[in-house]
Every structure is written in C-alpha cells, then in structure tokens.
C-alpha cells in the first residue's frame, strides 16, 4: 500500500507512512556519506548515520501531520495548500536544525512547492514517464 492508497483522514496512517519512507531514505543517504566521507572511528560512523536517519525520519513525520492537521482545521482534505504547509513545516524544521534562516526560508518554499505540485500531479494525472497516452 503506498501514500496515495491511504484516506486523507487517516492522519495515523499518512504520518507513519512518510516517517518509514524518511527513515528509509535517512539510512540509505546515511549509507552513502559514510562511504564517500570515511568517518575516523566507528562511533562517528554511527553517530553520522544517527544524525542523517533521525533527521530525515523527523522532517517525513512533520510532513504526514501537518498536512493531515491542516487538512483538519481548514475542513479541505486533498487541497494542495494542505501539502505546500506540511512541505514548508519541514524545510522550516532544516532551518531549524542547521541554524541557518536562508536554509529554513528557502527549504520551506522548495519543499512546499514540491509537495504541493505533486499533489496537483497526482489529482490531474500527470505522468512524468512512460508510453505516451493516445
């Protein structure tokens, strides 16, 4: 079952699918930093690889709520307002982490405007590959 099979009410559901997906991507870019950036112990491997999961695993669980609650408060689930918030929470949450206010800002509208395009994608069918359509 992926995102898109699970009903915009089920906050539960939505949230638990893109905190496994952000964790799922945390540990396989984690992977990939350790091996291109050998790390000078093992304990800065595991560090590093903590530090990589946990922040991808965050940004996927602020994604799934605050795109269900704010389909919530505004009583308009599937807007792709509701997925431009929950995107711009989550580059919020990089400005956050990083310390850096030109990281939240510009993070916040990317990952908005991603989210929100892909939502309008997905109710309008677009397709970015495959045969043409006849």
């Known amino acids: 079952m992926g995102y898109w099979d699970i009903p915009e009410e089920d906050c539960f559901g939505k949230t638990w699918f893109t905190t496994k ?14 091996v291109a950036f050998q790390p000078d112990s093992a304990i800065q491997a595991v560090q590093r690889a903590a530090n990589g999961t946990l922040t991808m695993a965050t940004l996927g669980a602020i994604f799934g709520m605050t795109t269900c609650l704010t389909a919530e408060v505004r009583e308009k689930p599937g807007d792709p307002f509701n997925y431009f918030v929950g995107g711009c929470a989550s580059g919020l949450f990089l400005g956050v982490r990083t310390h850096n206010y030109m990281i939240g800002t510009t993070s916040c509208v990317a990952l908005g405007t991603i989210a929100a395009l892909t939502k309008i994608g997905k109710k309008e069918g677009w397709r970015l590959a495959g045969p043409p359509r006849l």
Do not use: D, F, P, R
């Open 21 to 34: 997906m952000g964790t799922a991507l945390g540990l396989v870019g984690s992977a990939y930093h350790i």
